[in-house]
């Protein structure tokens, strides 16, 4: 049963990631790949909030596997991110994969962070 929510859950992440870096395709230059960061920080501050509000309610494994597995699993995009870094750095573009490279990974942590801060906040109030 576990596996039809992943897959559920997954089918719902790749919609979302499609729909989200499309738009940002729209917005920003096409050089830099925006759409990739903006799921991946996206992603990393939803999975740093939920983790932390799971570890307050007890939630059921299903449920875990739905969101985690699921949704963020096919939202975010680590590979994505992977291969466009090196494709940039193959095309010669050094400054645009060291940008992709340290602001995925560091704005991700950072954002990781500001999930479990602002879930903490948001839990003390309740």
Do not use: H, Q
Not at 12 to 18: C, N, P, Q, T, V
């Amino acid at each position: 049963m576990k596996i039809l929510y992943v897959a559920i859950g997954g089918s719902i992440g790749a919609i979302l990631r499609y729909l989200v870096s499309g738009m940002a395709f729209k917005i920003f230059e096409k050089m830099f790949p925006w759409g990739t960061l903006s799921v991946n920080l996206i992603g990393a501050a939803i999975i740093g909030f939920l983790y932390t509000v799971f570890e307050y309610y007890e939630v059921d494994s299903n449920l875990r596997a739905f969101l985690f597995v699921g949704i963020l699993g096919a939202f975010t995009t680590f590979s994505s991110f992977c291969l466009e870094s090196v494709n940039l750095i193959r095309d010669g573009e050094y400054k645009y994969a060291a940008l992709n490279i340290l602001v995925s990974n560091i704005s991700g942590i950072l954002l990781v962070i500001a999930g479990i801060l602002l879930a903490k906040v948001i839990l003390t109030k309740m």
